[in-house]
């Protein structure tokens, strides 16, 4: 039996996400909480005909504990989305609050779920959570994951535009470091099947998957950032996860983790140079969440060497800004 809950399951992602994991055959029961509408959402989800119980909560009436009870992965949508001009970073001062109280009532009311950070900024996001959790005296790195599976999944798209693949999902390009701008290192070098970037196109691609979701708020004026694509995204990271919890073998999935807690992590720190205790490569997923990180760095080539200095800069302040904040509010 899988129970599946989304904090923040009203919203522009919310609420897609919680209709493809309603849809999906393998899950028993899924809970959705919001500060709105939840009751409306789990309403029109119910009349769907696939096995998933539904429920919905608001804040009132214990709602949070009554929804996460039992909860085996959870997945935070939750906090305000991108307007055109603004970084991910820009969200921070809103969304590093939501994130530390949906993980306070994580640690308290199902502390061994697989926990799924959509929120942005992710590259804080993730830190906070994973101080919460130690301060709870519950935190299992191998279960925390930041869901940067919409870089891969544009990778793969933007990639396949050029090479002329009309399947991108064919095209598996490994997507490392983080989650906002330069901090996303997409590693086209070892993208399966190898593929011939011409040298003019390379580094309009590369900026490209690093910002694409600029496209989107800008083609949104003002309604938000990508929700239906990053729907899409997350359960298919759901999914896996949920996959190899079930026992499937072999599943493999760049995520956010925290290096030091997940075998295989110690190496890639040491490839980065040390100092850095988040960061996204593809990590081996098992029936205890995250089984082995690997490490694609010593093989990537010059260019991309480039590109993981600058995303390192830019993703230790963010990941300090996050450890800083979750200590201070302890
Ligand atoms: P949205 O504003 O449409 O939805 C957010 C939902 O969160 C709303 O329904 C709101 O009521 C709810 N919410 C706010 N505070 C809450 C709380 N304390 N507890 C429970 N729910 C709460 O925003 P959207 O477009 O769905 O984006 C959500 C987040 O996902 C944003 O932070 C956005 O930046 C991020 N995002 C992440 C991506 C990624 O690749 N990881 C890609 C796109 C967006």
Known sequence: MVKAVVLGASGGIGQPLSLLLKASPLIDELSLYDVVNTPGV?????????????????????????????????????????????TRDDLFKINAGIVRDLVTGIAKFCPKAFILIISNP???????????????????PS????????????????????????????????????????????????????????????????HRIQFGGDEVVAA????????????FAGFR????????????????????????????GDEVSKSLGGGIDFFAVPVELGPQGAVKATNPIPTINDNEKKLLEIAIK???GNIEKGVEFARAAE
Do not use: W
Request: glycine share 12%; aromatic share 4%; charged share 20%.
């Open 143 to 206: 279960r925390l994951f930041g869901v940067t599976t919409l870089d891969v999944v544009r990778a793969s798209t933007f990639t396949a535009q050029i090479t002329g693949e009309k399947d991108s999902r064919k095209i598996v390009v490994p997507v490392i470091g983080g989650h906002s701008g330069e901090t996303i290192v997409p590693l086209l070098s070892l993208a399966k099947p190898a593929c011939d970037i011409p040298a003019d196109k390379l580094d309009g691609l590369v």
């Open 237 to 264: 990271f759901a999914e896996s996860v949920i996959k190899a919890l079930k026992g499937e073998k072999g599943i493999v999935e760049p995520t956010f983790v925290y290096l030091p807690g997940v075998s295989g």
């Open 220 to 231: 949104k004026n003002g309604g938000g950032s990508a929700t239906l694509s990053m729907a």
């Open 42 to 86: 789990a309403a029109d989800l119910s009349h769907i005909s696939s096995p998933a119980q539904i429920t919905g909560y608001l804040p009132a009436d214990d709602g949070l504990e009554k929804t996460l009870t039992g909860a085996d992965i959870v997945v935070i949508p939750a906090g305000i989305p991108r307007k055109p001009g603004m």
């Open 314 to 316: 830019g993703l230790k």
């Open 122 to 140: 992710v590259n804080s996001t993730v830190p906070i959570a994973a101080e919460i959790l130690k301060a709870h005296k519950v935190f299992d």
